[in-house]
């Protein structure tokens, strides 16, 4: 890291309890597993090494409980579609094919023969590959090839299948910009996929195409099935060789619906306010699976609870369509498989870090479900004392700032997850309350689980309260929530984070004068936000994070270039507005300092937002801290990257948060965000 520009900005004024929960503890936690596999009787997954610099390992767990690396050192299952990354691997008949984040290509492995992976495709520096499954006659590999025609700005996609002999490939589809999700039927006559173009971005919009399989072993003429301009497809698989499953939205919820391949309605199964799907960020997630008796079992739930059920369409009167397993987890991955008896997938609750875990597919009615923990990421056993326990909160919203395009029904409440100061041998100060940080998170299109977070309990241990906003725009709470933000970034946003803010102060759980915010890449965007255009916060922290939009939309990715035209505006007839939210063109008007934190190699949002946001604070004569990580994306990946970032965070905060007795008059109100009024 670069540490020539992090020069303290004033002595301490604020002194943070001893905690057990380090920084290197947070850096020691291995991450969260992702995706997962049921192969025979083993369970197979994949989980981040941050002391192998970061390369995520597939692993294998035993019928007997031994756990296994699959992949040899060296070899790191990732890639960069869509730059966040696509399904990396998948079982084969006699091992796994993967894909390898160095070289980009694609390997195959057969890990009880020995020896090392052996490649696949060819190596090409402009050429990537992610999303990928396996047919199930299990002689090639169907994978998204991602080909960059000049650098991240100009791609073209098709689906492509790979013979596991040769390495010879044909394509399958090119349909759409965008692709994923392709799926052969049972019977091997028709294929499915799910596509959508610009301007749209997945959660806006998607087609599920069906097409029969030609003799060529290509694509023939397709039919959308579902989906349109405001209906997102975001999961489709084949239930037989007439009908597929699929999670929708066309009712403003990410539903579960039978859906005839070739003809007819679609059907939805277990209606209801909540989503049975996300956001899809990474081709290949799954919310659900099907099961060989064409019932299913799905994640469902909304931001603070999500479950996971039975899911049978064709119950008959008298029992019901959803049976819910009562597991002991709050929040699950996007990746979830079953077989006729079980289900894995990841979970995590309040108390419980991210683990993979597999349990019995027959409702048992007792109050908690047996589960079997197949792997618990390794690092530092916490005493349960040491960690915040979270509320689910809704605050209401300013009656008299309505957000731009929102019905009133659903601009009335603020989602949020409160964490408060915890520690086994301190309790919360009296007076004008604790110092308190709003974590904002990324996306703008995400959410923040309430789950077992270092992270988090690293700041809650140390005496600074959190606050996690699923501010408008976040998924988990329906289409009408999630485009609250549409046309309002940087004010929504900014405008809930206050919200949230002002009500712990008026609850008198946070001192006024000691409100901080954070975020990274799109939460770093509001944090900025929030601090160039209210008298709420101390200071932001700023990870990787958007400060220039109109630069970003012209450099950025493929994936996110058209993003603004529905959070600010199509561009080039919204370019003033686009200049008016910049954070780095108002840095003159920042109610305090900043701490801004890049990663070097990032190719979603150009260091320079960082840089550039830097200088243009200083040149105001605002005080403001910059560090720069060399060998990171978007995103930390090693743990001597996490630890320093703690670091100098809690340093910032120290710094930042004034004593009771020496209050800055400005801070005692908090100043509502311009609301800005639409052109």
């Known amino acids: 890291m670069n540490h020539s520009s992090l020069v303290p900005l004033t002595p301490p004024a604020f002194r943070a309890w001893d905690s057990d929960i380090t920084a290197a503890a947070v850096a020691r936690q291995d991450g969260t597993p992702?995706?997962?596999?049921?192969?025979?009787?083993?369970?197979?997954?994949?989980?981040?090494?941050?002391?192998?610099?970061?390369?995520?390992?597939?692993?294998?767990?035993?019928?007997?409980?031994?756990?296994?690396?699959?992949?040899?050192?060296?070899?790191?299952?990732?890639?960069?579609?869509?730059?966040?990354?696509?399904?990396?691997?998948?079982?084969t008949s006699d091992g796994l094919v993967f894909t390898h984040w160095s070289d980009r290509r694609l390997y195959l492995h057969h890990p009880d023969a020995g020896g090392a992976p052996s490649p696949l495709t060819p190596a090409r520096e402009d050429v990537t590959y992610g999303d990928l499954y396996v047919p199930p006659s299990g002689d090639e590999v169907w994978a998204v090839r991602e080909t960059r025609l000049d650098g991240v700005r100009t791609v073209e996609r098709a689906v492509v299948a790979v013979s596991f002999d040769s390495g010879t490939e044909r394509t399958l589809v090119a349909t759409h910009h965008f692709l994923t999700c392709a799926r052969l039927a049972p019977d091997g006559r028709h294929l499915s996929w799910i596509g959508w173009d610009h301007p749209n971005m997945p959660w806006d919009g998607t087609e599920l195409c069906v097409a029969p399989l030609t003799s060529r072993g290509t694509a023939g003429a397709h039919t959308v099935r579902a989906g349109g301009p405001r209906e997102s497809v975001v999961q489709a698989e084949w239930r037989d060789a007439e009908n597929l499953w699929a999670v929708t939205d066309p009712d403003g919820w990410w539903n579960l619906h039978i859906m005839p391949a070739h003809e007819g309605p679609a059907r939805a199964v277990g209606a209801a306010d909540e989503e049975f799907g996300g956001a899809l960020w990474k081709p290949g997630a799954s919310w659900f699976a099907p099961l060989p008796d064409g019932r299913a079992v799905a994640v469902h739930g909304t931001?603070?609870?999500?479950?996971?059920?039975?899911?049978?369409?064709?119950?008959?009167?008298?029992?019901?369509?959803?049976?819910?397993?009562?597991?002991?987890?709050?929040?699950?991955?996007?990746?979830?498989?079953?077989?006729?008896?079980?289900?894995?997938?990841?979970?995590?609750?309040?108390?419980?870090?991210?683990?993979?875990?597999?349990?019995?597919?027959?409702?048992?009615?007792?109050?908690?479900?047996?589960?079997?923990?197949?792997?618990?990421?390794?690092?530092?056993?916490?005493?349960?004392?040491?960690?915040?326990?979270?509320?689910?909160?809704?605050?209401?919203?300013?009656?008299?700032r309505p957000a731009h395009g929102a019905a009133a029904e659903d601009d009335a409440v603020v989602h949020a997850h409160t964490y408060p100061p915890t520690h086994p041998d301190h309790t919360e100060p009296g007076g004008p309350g604790a110092p308190w940080v709003i974590f904002v998170h990324g996306g703008p299109t995400g959410?923040?689980?309430?789950?077992?977070?270092?992270?988090?309990?690293?700041?809650?241990?140390?005496?600074?309260?959190?606050?996690?906003?699923?501010?408008?725009?976040?998924?988990?709470?329906?289409?009408?929530?999630?485009?609250?933000?549409?046309?309002?970034?940087?004010?929504?946003?900014?405008?809930?984070?206050?919200?949230?803010?002002?009500?712990?102060?008026?609850?008198?759980?946070a001192d006024p004068g000691r409100l901080a915010i954070r975020g990274g890449s799109a939460g770093g965007w509001t944090a900025l936000a929030a601090l160039t255009r209210t008298d709420t916060f101390a200071g932001a922290v700023s990870f990787y994070g958007i400060t220039d939009p109109l630069t970003w939309a012209a450099t950025t990715h493929d994936f996110e270039s058209r993003y603004l035209d529905r959070l600010i505006g199509p561009l080039p007839q919204?370019?003033?507005?686009?200049?008016?939210?910049?954070?780095?063109?108002?840095?003159?008007?920042?109610?305090?300092?900043?701490?801004?934190?890049?990663?070097?190699?990032?190719?979603?949002?150009?260091p320079e937002q960082s840089a550039a946001m830097a200088r243009a604070l200083r040149a105001a004569g605002i005080p403001c801290e910059h560090g720069e990580f060399p060998?990171?994306?978007?995103?930390?990946?090693?743990?001597?990257?996490?630890?320093?970032?703690?670091?100098?965070?809690?340093?910032?905060?120290?710094?930042?948060?004034?004593?009771?007795?020496?209050?800055?008059?400005?801070?005692?109100?908090?100043?509502?965000?311009?609301?800005?009024g639409q052109p």
């Open 34 to 91: 992702g995706w997962v596999s049921l192969v025979g009787d083993d369970v197979w997954w994949d989980e981040p090494r941050p002391h192998e610099a970061g390369r995520r390992c597939v692993v294998r767990a035993k019928p007997d409980g031994t756990v296994e690396d699959v992949l040899p050192p060296g070899f790191d299952a990732r890639n960069s579609l869509h730059e966040y990354g696509g399904r990396s691997w998948r079982p």
């Open 303 to 400: 931001g603070a609870h999500r479950r996971i059920s039975l899911v049978d369409p064709d119950a008959p009167p008298g029992r019901p369509v959803m049976s819910e397993l009562n597991l002991p987890y709050t929040d699950f991955v996007h990746s979830i498989d079953a077989d006729a008896t079980r289900v894995v997938s990841v979970g995590a609750s309040p108390t419980a870090p991210y683990s993979v875990f597999t349990a019995p597919l027959v409702p048992t009615g007792a109050d908690e479900h047996p589960v079997r923990t197949v792997s618990a990421p390794s690092g530092p056993s916490v005493d349960l004392a040491w960690l915040p326990r979270p509320t689910a909160r809704t605050f209401p919203r300013d009656a008299t």
């Open 447 to 509: 959410d923040y689980p309430m789950v077992r977070d270092l992270e988090i309990a690293y700041f809650t241990s140390r005496g600074i309260g959190v606050a996690t906003v699923d501010y408008g725009g976040s998924v988990g709470y329906g289409r009408a929530y999630r485009e609250r933000l549409n046309g309002a970034w940087g004010v929504v946003d900014v405008q809930d984070c206050v919200t949230v803010a002002r009500a712990l102060v008026a609850e008198g759980l």
């Open 574 to 606: 919204c370019a003033a507005l686009y200049e008016h939210r910049s954070p780095v063109l108002a840095a003159g008007d920042a109610c305090g300092p900043a701490l801004l934190l890049h990663g070097l190699d990032d190719a979603i949002v150009d």
């Open 631 to 676: 060998g990171e994306r978007h995103g930390w990946r090693r743990a001597e990257t996490i630890r320093a970032a703690l670091d100098a965070e809690i340093r910032f905060y120290e710094r930042i948060f004034e004593p009771p007795g020496d209050r800055t008059p400005s801070r005692e109100t908090p100043a509502s965000p311009d609301p800005e």
